[in-house]
T-cell receptor
């Protein structure tokens, strides 16, 4: 089946630093990737939709200047958390929609656990 | 390798009961999630099991057997709005999420 990877799997950083998280589709091309944030035992909160070669579409309440998303190729999207603060500590999960796939053809990554000290 | 298996698609009748199974082989186990996802929307949390047994929450129940690497989601009194994909995800020993491919549930009147 389709595989989505994320790197790093876990990151601890100091407050005020920036952290970049990569999301890759390993065996398929993804024109659309999604970035989610998960709070403990809660639903995934969609942060933004990333389309290859264009600007990301952010959900209401998500600061686009704080969560920078780049979708430079059909297999890679990056999320950069700028000037991270402890309240940004969370589990960030990406998913990728296979090119030509339907709305429900999403493959999820294993997540990146961010801890901001 | 790590693996989560669930049926690709299931069909059920409005008002009936359906059970969606999920079997897993992972490096370690720190809990299992069930999510519901309607087309074009973000997944919504249904349940989290970390201990063996059945947890009931309204029309939805989730069961876990860690020794068998098995879970199921039971949906009762099915409604048309229950038509969606149901995702099983296991938290492994590194606290990474291992996702199943999802089960598309089709409800017929």
């Amino acid at each position: 089946g389709a595989v989505v990877s994320q790197h790093p799997s876990r990151v601890i950083c100091k407050s005020g630093t920036s952290v970049k998280i990569e999301c890759r589709s390993l065996d398929f091309q993804a024109t659309t990737m999604f970035w989610y944030r998960q709070f403990p035992k809660k639903s995934l909160m969609l942060m933004a939709t990333s389309n290859e070669g264009s600007k990301a579409t952010y959900e209401q309440g998500v600061e686009k200047d704080k969560f920078l998303i780049n979708h430079a190729s059909l297999t890679l999207s990056t999320l950069t958390v700028t000037s991270a603060h402890p309240e940004d500590s969370s589990f960030y999960i990406c998913s990728a929609r296979e090119s030509g796939g339907g709305a429900d053809t999403q493959y999820f990554g294993p997540g990146t656990r961010l801890t901001v000290l | 390798g790590q693996n989560i298996d669930q049926p690709t698609e299931m069909t059920a009748t409005e008002g009936a009961i359906v059970q969606i199974n999920c079997t897993y082989q992972t490096s370690g186990f720190n809990g299992l999630f069930w999510y519901q996802q309607h087309a074009g929307e973000a997944p919504t949390f249904l349940s989290y099991n970390v201990l063996d047994g059945l947890e009931e929450k309204g029309r939805f129940s989730s069961f876990l057997s860690r020794s068998k690497g098995y879970s199921y989601l039971l949906l009762k009194e099915l409604q048309m709005k229950d038509s969606a994909s149901y995702l099983c995800a296991v938290v492994d020993s590194n606290y990474q999420l291992i996702w199943g491919a999802g089960t598309k549930l089709i409800i017929k009147p």
